[in-house]
């Protein structure tokens, strides 16, 4: 289980360093323009130590809405949508992203 869990932080910290270099800044500047004062929570997935909170991955949606969803939950490699989008989180989606930190929740818990 343990092992399991290493790895599947390990996933987040790939994607995590995928999505800012695709984005062409460091991780500082990712914590910044979310709001976070302090990228002790970024830093703590970029070593596999952890895993983005909801509310974290809520913000890099709103903030760069041209990331792909999809791309920061494992489910596709592109971090980039096919086509920018400003439209709003319909709430079939909010409601499986509050379902995924019920996860996270119970994963971290562990």
Known sequence: MKDEQAERRGQAAKRFETLVDALG?????????????RPD???????GKGYPSFDTIAKILDVYPQIDANFLFGKSDQPFRA???????PDDEMEAFAAFKKVLIKYAAN
Request: hydrophobic letters at 40%; aromatic letters at 8%; glycine letters at 4%.
């Open 25 to 37: 800044i460091d991780f500082a500047k990712l914590a910044r323009s979310i709001g976070l004062d």
């Open 83 to 89: 086509e920018p989008s400003q439209k709003p989180i």
């Open 41 to 47: 929570t970024l830093y703590l997935v970029k070593n």
